[in-house]
Each structure stands twice: as structure tokens, then as C-alpha cells.
């Protein structure tokens, strides 16, 4: 009985092997009650190594073979697709495209803390200003796409607006690569802005508010308190959302894909990989392309997780 | 005093600002699903009223041509059938982890840890030769089989709730001769109600949402969900801004509906998912 009650204050799993003084259970019990977790376990698991690690280490075999998908024939390559990758430079300029959705997840990280940071004190309507802000993360990606078509088109939205505050012009706003990733980059803002702005409202709200009260006392400003208080209490949920958002930059798809299909340079790493192996049956040379941004992501993760030492990530 | 309510105006200015930027796309998407053609061919504007605000002819067309029906009934069965093996397999997966001593068991966790860092898009290249051996191609199976098995956020999800369960009730409940099957359904799964409410909302809106997946695995027109009917709009509609709106409002309405009722609900689960 001794035993029961320290595993109760202590939370040590109640299938532990049995101490040597207690009698052995019989063989068959035994046997059941070691495998009792992997009957659990069956499914996950084979769901988890069937759809995320055969794929991992079939990709990386593909990426050293010509393989078109499927012909049954391939042939090896070595680092062929490789070097076609890092040589040919229209496959690499879109890493450049990457670089607008990266300046724009800079641009919403700092909208998002800064109306998390004004939405946190006492505003009137906050619930409303909440919800708007956030409404648009639910929304379904091919909806977005259609609005934004219609808000950047000819005589538009957009144009619309700017007529009324006097301003006419005839700009096609997804013309030319610089007009059309910009503003794609904007679409991906108004889109994503939600989800680290409640983040942070979050992280900022489990501050305890004597904190803020005693800062008042004290005679801080309102960007002493942001400084001193709010910032610290949000680093963790910072460092997730710029990780979130360099490997969100890097592989952006859905907006650019709905809106414009890749044209007019506008053509990310994911369309690319996904026209190359879904419409030219390069699956070989596709496969390299996507095995250099897993490597990419986990690199980024890493650092990541380096610089801002996250203790949930031991889970057991 | 004056300092501070300027600053006070200025931040009400951005917040009406912000409003704006958000509502204005979705307002004007609104007023022209509900504008005729003839309107939109006599170019208005877009910000122009519709002549007859209660003018729902956009709607029957793009709900019978553009096969929304089909579309609402395939994306309800994904949603129902991947969201309850979620949970299933979320559940399951978190009680074996939390609730015994096993070999390997570090070796699982560190499986199912590593899995979350590799994000989906990267790999579909092979997943799609996987599905497609499996004969799972061009059939509902797909995205079910791919939205269940790829989950490990709902799996954290239920591994922080599972610990907040005192191993005790496991104990009493053993002690009463149930065996590790009658604990996990009788005990666990009806303890685990507010994580299970956080996972299917989280899941729920993101499969409801997904167009990555179905597009890829069910290229068959019967086989639309909202997010790729949707897309296909694009193609017979081409310049018929009337009805591609009124498909766009169609796929956002339910969105909307279940956001005002589920606000806290929403806001806490993406939180929770989101930091896992």
C-alpha cells in the first residue's frame, strides 16, 4: 500500500514495473500489461511514420535520382538536382519573393504588439477592435484571394477609395513584381495579423495587473510600462512568432497561388515545387527543392530555439 | 492632461483605421455579391449601393452552378470524420506517453516532437506518391487520412491537459477492476472535454480553411470542397465579380456565425495551439 500512495503524490505512471518485493504477476499479465501502451500507440504511430517520416526519407532519396513520378524508371543523379538548383538562377530567385513576405511579417509583428500593447488598457469597444483584428485569421484562404482580386483590380476597391480621397490613378496594382509582391505582402498581412495580435494580448494580459498599478504609482510612463513589463512578459511568444514567421515567408502559397498563379513574378518556393512536380513530372528535381527548405526551416528552428531557450519543450 | 488625450485620439484614430482596412474589402465584396450584372456592367464603382439590396439572384446562381451544395456536404464529412480521429488519435497517444513506463517511450516522444517542426508544405511532394500507393488519391480518404495523421498540435494539446489529471482517478478507477481501456474512455476522455473543445475548434476552422491538401489529392470536380469549388469559380465566372463575391460571402458566412457565438472558445484555442 506504501507503494500506491507515494505514486499519488508523485505522478509516476501506475503501469510501472512492480517493486521485486510484491509476488510476480503471472507471465501473461505481464505481457499484456507491457504491451497495453503500444496498443494506444498502434495508429499514431503508424499514422506519424507512414504520412510524415516515409515521405521525409523517400524525398531525400528522390532528390538524388531524375525521377518524373511515374515511369518506373529512375535513374541516380547524384547531387545533380542539387547543383541545378543553386545554378539555374530562375529556380533561386524565388528566395527574392520570399524576401517581401519577410519584410511584411516584420511590419505585421510590429502592428500586432502595438494594438495588443493599445488593446490591453482600458479602450472602449475593445471587443469589437478585438474581434475585427482577429476576424480575418478565419477566414478560408480562397476567399481572401477573391476579395483581394477584386480590392486590387481595375477601377477596384482600392481604386475606388483613392478616387474618393482625390487621388486618381490607373496604377495596375498586380502589374509589375515590385506592385505585385508588395501588395500580395500586404494581402498576407491583413490575413495573418490577427493571430499575433491575440498572441501577444495574451501573453501581455497574463502580466498580473498589480504590476501596471505599481509602475503607476511609481510615475512610469506608458512606454516605461511597455519597456519594463509588457516587453519582457512576451519574449517566448516574440520568439515564436518571428520563427513563425520566417518559415510562414518561406513558404508562402496560398495567397500568391489564388491571386495571381505565380505570375508576374510572384512565383514562391512552394508554387515552384509544386509546379515542378505536379505539372513537369520533375519529381527528382522537386524534391531537392523541398528538401532545402525542410533543411532551411530546421535551421531557422534551431537557431531559434538557441537563442530563445524555450523550457516547454521537454514535454515529459 | 491635454497631452495625454491627444494620445488617447491618436490611438482611437489607428484602431478606427485599423477597422477600416479590415472591414472595407469584406463590406464591398458584400454590396457586390448582391449588385445584377447589368449594374456591374454600367460601372458604378465599386463602393456604389446596390440598387436592390435584397437582390439574392448571385447567390442561387452561384450556389447551383458553382456546385456549393456537393462542395458543403464533402468539406462536412472531412470535417467530421478528420476532426473526431484527432481526437481520437490525439487522445490516445497522450494517455500512453503521460500514463505509463514503457520501452522506447522516449524514442516516441522525441518521434512525435521532431514531426512538429517539419512543416506540411515541404513534403507533399512525397506524401502525394505515399497517398497515391495507397489508392487514397482522388477520394475523400486523402485529406481525412492526411489531416488526422499529420496532427501534433492537437496531440500537445491533450498531452498539457492529460497531465492536469490526478493519476489518482486512474487509481481508483483500477481499483474498481477496470482495466487500462475502461480508465482511458470512463476516466480520461470525458475528463479531457475542454481540450477536446479546443481541438475541434482549432482543427475544425483550419480543415474548413485548407485548400493546400484538397487541391492537390481531389482534382475531381465532385470531389470540391468549399475552398476548392470556390477556386473554381475563377474559370466559368471569370469576370462575373457578381457571383465570385457572392461564393466568396457563402464560404465566409459560416465563419462569421460560428466566430460571434465562439469568441472566447476561438481566442483561447489558437492560443493554446499556437504555443502548444
Redesign the interface.
Known amino acids: 500500500m506504501t507503494d ?1 500512495t507515494r ?2 503524490t508523485r ?7 512492480a517493486g521485486p518485493e510484491r509476488a510476480p504477476a503471472p507471465r501473461t499479465a505481464r505481457t499484456r500489461r ?1 504491451l ?6 498502434i ?3 503508424a ?2 511514420l ?7 526519407a ?2 531525400v532519396a ?1 532528390s538524388f535520382t531524375d525521377w518524373d ?1 511515374v515511369s518506373p524508371e529512375l535513374n541516380y543523379t547524384g547531387t545533380g538536382n542539387y547543383t541545378e538548383l543553386l545554378t539555374r538562377s530562375e529556380l533561386f530567385e524565388v528566395f527574392f519573393v520570399s524576401g517581401y513576405y519577410l519584410v511584411a511579417s516584420v511590419v505585421q509583428i510590429v502592428l500586432a504588439l ?2 495588443a500593447t ?2 490591453s488598457f482600458n ?2 469597444f475593445r ?1 469589437f ?1 478585438k ?13 481572401i484571394g ?3 482580386l ?2 486590387f ?1 481595375d ?3 482600392l ?3 483613392l478616387r ?1 480621397l482625390g487621388a486618381e490613378t490607373d496604377h495596375a496594382w498586380l502589374g509589375t513584381p515590385f506592385s505585385a509582391n508588395t501588395s500580395l505582402a500586404g494581402v498576407s498581412v ?1 490575413r495573418y495579423l490577427g ?1 499575433n495580435f ?2 501577444f494580448l ?1 501573453a501581455i494580459q497574463s502580466v498580473p495587473g498589480e504590476l501596471y498599478e505599481a509602475a503607476e504609482i511609481d510615475g512610469a510612463s ?1 512606454w516605461q510600462q511597455f519597456r519594463h513589463i509588457i516587453a519582457p512578459g512576451i519574449r ?2 516574440l520568439g ?1 512568432s518571428v520563427i ?1 514567421s520566417v ?1 510562414g515567408s518561406l ?1 508562402v ?2 495567397i500568391p497561388y ?1 491571386m495571381t498563379g505565380g505570375a508576374t513574378g510572384t512565383e514562391t518556393f ?1 508554387i515552384q ?2 509546379k515542378l ?2 505539372q513537369f513530372n520533375k ?1 527528382g528535381l ?2 531537392a527543392a ?1 528538401v532545402v ?2 533543411l532551411i ?2 535551421a531557422v ?1 534551431w537557431v531559434q530555439r538557441r537563442i530563445v531557450p524555450d523550457e ?2 521537454d ?2 | 492632461m491635454t497631452r495625454r488625450t491627444v ?1 488617447r485620439a491618436l ?2 484614430l ?2 478606427v483605421l ?2 477600416l ?6 463590406t ?2 458584400f454590396l ?1 455579391s448582391l449588385k445584377s450584372s447589368e449594374e456591374m456592367a454600367n ?1 458604378s ?3 456604389a449601393l446596390p440598387d436592390d439590396p435584397l437582390n439574392f439572384g448571385n447567390y442561387v446562381t452561384a450556389f447551383r452552378d458553382g456546385q456549393m451544395l456537393s462542395a458543403f456536404g464533402n468539406t462536412a464529412v472531412v470535417l467530421v470524420v478528420a476532426v473526431g480521429g484527432t481526437i ?3 487522445s ?2 497522450a ?8 520501452r522506447f ?2 524514442l ?2 522525441a ?3 521532431v ?1 512538429a ?3 506540411g ?10 497517398v497515391n500507393s495507397f489508392g487514397m488519391f482522388d477520394s475523400l480518404w486523402a485529406p481525412i ?2 489531416y ?3 496532427d501534433i498540435v492537437s ?2 494539446i491533450f ?1 498539457q491537459f492529460i ?1 492536469s489529471i ?3 482517478l ?2 481508483a478507477a ?1 481499483l474498481d477492476g477496470a482495466g ?2 475502461t480508465v ?1 474512455r470512463k476516466v480520461i476522455l470525458p475528463l479531457l472535454k475542454p481540450a477536446i473543445a479546443t481541438v475541434v475548434i482549432v482543427k475544425g ?1 483550419n480543415v ?2 485548407d ?2 491538401i484538397p487541391f ?1 489529392y481531389m482534382p475531381s470536380e465532385d470531389l470540391g470542397v ?3 469549388s ?2 473554381r ?1 475563377k474559370g466559368p465566372f471569370g469576370a462575373h ?1 457578381e457571383t ?2 457572392a ?2 460571402v457563402l ?2 458566412l459560416p ?2 456565425i460560428v ?1 460571434l457565438f465562439l ?1 472566447r472558445f ?2 483561447n484555442g ?2 493554446r495551439g ?3
Open positions: 500506491t505514486k499519488a505522478p509516476a505512471p501506475p503501469a510501472a514495473p507491457r497495453t501502451p503500444w496498443l494506444f500507440l495508429a499514431p504511430l499514422l506519424l507512414t504520412f510524415t517520416y516515409a515521405p521525409i523517400n524525398m528522390y513520378g502595438y494594438f493599445v488593446l479602450v472602449r471587443n477592435f474581434g475585427v483584428l482577429f476576424f480575418p485569421y478565419l477566414i478560408n484562404g480562397v476567399a477573391f476579395v483581394f477584386y480590392f483590380q477601377g477596384g476597391t481604386d475606388s477609395v474618393l491583413w493571430l491575440v498572441l495574451g506608458r517566448p511568444v515564436l513563425l518559415s513558404s502559397f496560398e489564388i512552394v515545387t509544386v512536380a505536379f519529381t522537386a524534391s523541398a527548405l525542410l526551416v530546421l528552428t516547454k519543450v514535454l515529459v | 494620445a490611438v482611437y489607428s484602431l485599423a477597422t482596412v479590415v472591414l472595407l474589402p469584406l464591398v465584396v457586390t460601372g464603382g465599386a463602393l481520437l488519435i490525439g490516445m497517444t494517455y500512453a506517453i503521460d500514463r505509463f513506463h514503457f517511450r522516449k516516441v516522444v518521434l512525435f516532437l514531426a517542426l517539419v512543416p508544405v515541404t513534403t507533399q511532394v512525397a506524401t502525394f506518391q505515399i487520412a492526411l488526422m495523421g499529420t496531440i500537445y498531452l497531465r490526478p493519476i489518482s486512474d487509481e483500477r487500462a481501456f482511458y476552422i474548413y480553411n485548400f493546400y492537390l468549399i475552398s476548392t470556390l477556386f469559380f465579380w465570385i463575391s461564393g466568396a464560404v465566409i465563419t462569421l466566430f469568441q476561438i481566442y489558437f492560443m499556437a504555443t502548444k
